[in-house]
């Protein structure tokens, strides 16, 4: 999971990618806040999990640009001639983002069975 993480933050470039998460993070939190206003606790975990999780990538971003390391300039994926050096650089690219996807729903798939559990024992 690292690994795909340090992947996209080359690919994309360290600044990009980690001013995306920071801004979707923010945006996850603001929206918890929103659910806790309204005392909607599911709405609030859900999203303190989608802001924490950002935050990882973020962590990642900052540790690298600390580090030196600058990754593509996002133009890059907009050209056709390094898009097709990218996917020979990484030809298990779709199949890793694809388990990058499925891994970051699992922890809202566990709680919902938690949930569902909890609501079928009481």
Known sequence: MVRLIVEHNKLNGI???TIEFLV???AAAFIGLGFAVHHQWVGVFLAAGTALNCLIVVGFG???WR???RGRSVRSVFSPQQRQEIGREHPTMMRDTAVLATASVVPYALLVA???DRSHRS
């Open 24 to 26: 979707v993070s923010l």
């Open 67 to 69: 580090r030196g390391e």
């Open 15 to 17: 600044m990009f990618s």
């Open 62 to 64: 900052v540790a690298a």
């Open 114 to 116: 938690v949930a569902l």
